[in-house]
Every structure is written in structure tokens, then in C-alpha cells.
């Protein structure tokens, strides 16, 4: 049996609006008033968090102090992450034509993910995800878990989705940041990055995956000629 284990927001979701107003609505809680700032476009702004830029610097760049940014990188931690923003994540534009194509050629598929439960069940019920992914293989945070860091949560994850999956011939993995690629590479199983998320290609080349490809349909048709 072939497996095919993903990363969720990134490989199938499509973040950057939902980052992108957390952005503005940070600029615009910390601004004091008549205080002229630099919003950053979409894109600007999306390439300095691709870039692995820190939260700090990016307040800087869009013209607040020191003291505003710590404030700025607080308020955005605290709401990034909650269901009023969840709304602005959209579907990456091929990933449900290539869910089914992995559904169709009985491949094992299992989703795993930061979100916590409540996240990722708002965005199943939102696009109809659970025909890909049955409970038993998806998996997330418990609603109440204390995150840690991501880059040492994950291979927590992974070492329970190994312990309670049935075993595979082969697994593959399929993420977009250093997490996915330390989770996958600390279990030994192969592990395929993908541009169309939260890091740019030289952030994930720096952690030494496998392959990097432009997206989850290009990871999967590369799998599929294996």
C-alpha cells in the first residue's frame, strides 16, 4: 500500500488572506493616531513571510517603533489562529481535482496538521473535505493542546500517526515548512515541499527535503510515475 501523508494549510489551503488581514488589522490596532504608516501591499507582505521574515520586522518595515511592534507581533499571535479569520483561507485552485485524483488511485491519504480540531473541522465542513479524509486520518491538536513549537510539535504528531496507522509499502510526505520536513526526515520517510505555502523555495531548500515542487498536484503526479 502507497500513503500519501499532508500537510493541510499550504498543500491544500491557501493562507495569505487570512495572514494578510491579521496584518492590517495589527497595523491598525497598534498605530497611534495621525501616525503615518507603510501598509505593506499583499504581495510585499507575503514574500517577507515566505521569507521566514520576523514578525518584529515586519511592523518595522510598515513604519511602527520598537515598542509597537512588540505590541503589533502580540495582538497577531493572539488572533491569527481564530475562527473569525478562518473565513479568508480559500482552497489552493488544484488541490481538490488532485485529492481525487489520489482517492482514485487507492492511494492511502492522511492529512496532518498544526490547526487544532475546531480549525480544521471549520474548514472540512466549509469544502467538503471529509469524503478525502475519514476521522481516523486526519491529524490535528486537540482544541485544548499547549503548542509548543511547531518544528518540535509536529514529529509528535507523526509519531502517533505511525503508531496508529496501519503500515504502508511506501509514505510519502507532502508540506510546505520546516516542520513538515523535520517531522518527515526524523521518521525517515520522504519528504516533498511545496511552494504554494507559507516558505519560498531557498527557506525550504535549508532544511534539505527531498524535492521542492511548485504544488500538491505536482508532488502527486511525481509520485504516481514512481
Known amino acids: 500500500m502507497l500513503r500519501l501523508i499532508t500537510d493541510f494549510d499550504g498543500p491544500i489551503m491557501d493562507v495569505s488572506e487570512r495572514y494578510y488581514r491579521v496584518y492590517q488589522l495589527c497595523l491598525e490596532k497598534t498605530r497611534y493616531p495621525q501616525q503615518t504608516i507603510i501598509e505593506l501591499s499583499k504581495a510585499e507582505f507575503w514574500q517577507l513571510k515566505r521569507s521566514h521574515t520576523p514578525e518584529l520586522q515586519i511592523a518595522l518595515q510598515s513604519g511602527l517603533d520598537a515598542q509597537q511592534g512588540q505590541e503589533f507581533s502580540q495582538i497577531r499571535k493572539q488572533i491569527v489562529h481564530t475562527l473569525p479569520y478562518f473565513q479568508y483561507d480559500i482552497l489552493v485552485p488544484t488541490a481538490l481535482e488532485t485529492l481525487t485524483k489520489v482517492q482514485a488511485a487507492g492511494i492511502d491519504l492522511a492529512v496532518m496538521t498544526m490547526r487544532r480540531v475546531r480549525e480544521l ?54 508540506g510546505d515548512t520546516e516542520a513538515d520536513i523535520t517531522a518527515a526526515k526524523k521518521h525517515d520517510i520522504k519528504i516533498i515541499a511545496v511552494e504554494s505555502g507559507i516558505r519560498d523555495r531557498s527557506q525550504l531548500a535549508s532544511y534539505q527535503p527531498d524535492m521542492i515542487v511548485t504544488d500538491l498536484k505536482t508532488a502527486v503526479d511525481f509520485i504516481l510515475k514512481q
Open 121 to 174: 473541522d471549520y474548514a472540512f465542513n466549509q469544502y467538503n473535505l471529509s469524503q478525502f479524509f475519514p476521522e481516523n486520518r486526519r491529524y490535528c491538536l486537540s482544541n485544548d493542546y499547549v503548542k509548543t513549537r511547531d518544528v518540535e510539535d509536529k514529529p509528535l504528531l507523526m509519531a502517533r500517526a505511525l503508531a496508529e496507522l496501519p503500515p504502508a509499502a511506501d509514505t510519502w510526505m507532502v
